[in-house]
């Protein structure tokens, strides 16, 4: 009898090993204040402005993670991530507490990563080549917020390292009776696929996306669908192209990276079919707790869009492993055509400077991680 028990506990510790599976609690919260100069007012002309603003070096967020053990080195992974607004505690979506993560899949350290659900869109890949990390004021701020949206209805699979070398794809399903998008759902077919290769000295990535218009499932930047489109351009519906270098050199980190905004089938007229941008900066990490950093950005639009370039420097100081101060100062100059802001504003947006003005910022705040 008392083998027999033995053997039963056996058997279920057995099981209960096999079946191990984590949870994991995490966030940021993210919170400073802000100055922005060149914010029109209602009388034609320009003012500034100072606010308590969330996340302005990192999106505020919380998330759950977790993984079961499967057995043969296979997991059952789930992760959940919404954003919000550490100053009112507002979500980040509409209706969606869940709006950056909520995927479940499988994870082999051998054959990779497999996906489903809604993520943070492919061209978020720009992150790790972006000196300030996406921060409000960074790269997404010249192409008008193309390159960090989120995604849903995606099937996604990120590989392990083959000599270097990794690989991303990401597929998003309309979800309408035509494949592409017919008006009949709120997002269009969206996918991408990126390549990387990483060194001790270097990492290298290419990415392409593309975007279609949920209204006719077509790259052609109109946020319409009609004969009249709002001059959104290649900044909304289209293709991204993507080349961007790291190079590692002791306490710098060299950064620099080229994207085009491409809209095919258009037939806007009054707004950018192509948009062409470009940046580089450098980060030194000073002491293991002390970094600066310093960026130039540039973007240029077709179809009258003009250009402008955003010169920012700025750094954190990390008080411990989970909370660090950070400081931004940035300005960013527009041709005459140009409404270019230092956050990343659609076009129209009350806080975009005046046709070929300038926009100054500075902010300082805090960051926790747990």
């Keep these: 009898m008392k083998k027999a028990l033995l053997a039963a506990a056996l058997m279920s510790a057995g099981v209960i090993a096999h079946a191990q599976s984590s949870v994991t609690l995490y966030g940021r919260l993210d919170a400073g204040i802000e100055y922005m100069s060149g914010i029109p007012n209602s009388t034609g002309g320009s003012t500034s402005r100072w606010r308590a603003e969330s996340g302005d070096w990192g999106t505020s967020l919380w998330g759950l993670k977790g993984a079961e053990d499967l057995g043969g080195g296979t997991k059952a992974v789930f992760q959940l991530e919404g954003s919000f607004n550490t100053f009112n505690g507002n979500l980040g979506g509409t209706n969606q507490i869940w709006n950056r993560w909520a995927t479940i899949g499988f994870a082999n350290d051998q054959f990779g990563t497999f996906l489903l659900g809604r993520e943070l869109f492919i061209s978020n890949g720009i992150w790790d080549f972006d000196p300030f990390g996406q921060s409000s004021w960074s790269s997404a701020s010249l192409v008008r917020g ?16 083959w000599y270097g070398f990794d690989v991303y794809g990401q597929y998003s399903l309309s979800n309408a009776t035509n494949w592409n998008g017919n008006g009949t759902t709120s997002q269009g077919r969206e996918a991408g696929l990126q390549l990387t290769y990483t060194s001790a000295l270097f990492q290298v990535r290419g990415l392409y996306d593309e975007i279609r218009n949920p209204l006719n499932g077509q790259l052609n930047g109109d946020a319409t669908g009609s004969a009249n489109p709002v001059a959104s351009g290649a900044y909304n519906y289209g293709r991204d192209y ?10 710098f980190k060299v950064q620099g990276g080229y994207e085009a905004l491409r809209t095919s089938g258009s037939k806007i007229t009054t707004a950018a079919t192509s948009v062409d941008h470009e940046w580089g900066g450098v980060t030194w990490q000073a002491t293991p707790a002390a970094a600066l950093i310093a960026a130039v950005y540039h973007a240029n639009a077709n179809n009258g869009g003009g250009n402008g370039t955003m010169y920012t420097i700025g750094g954190s100081y990390n008080l411990s492993k989970r909370t660090l101060l950070d400081l931004q100062v940035a300005t960013i100059r527009n041709s005459n055509n140009s409404t270019l802001s230092l956050e990343a504003n659609g076009i129209g947006n009350a806080d975009n400077p005046l046709s070929g003005h300038s926009q100054t910022g500075v902010y300082a705040g805090i960051q926790h991680s747990f």
């Excluded at 193309?146 to 390292?161: E, G």
């Excluded at 993507?242 to 306490?251: P, S």
């Design 146 to 161: 193309r390159n960090w949206p989120q995604s849903s209805n995606n099937i996604s699979y990120q590989s392990p390292k």
């Design 242 to 251: 993507m080349a961007m270098v790291n190079v590692f050199l002791g306490q």
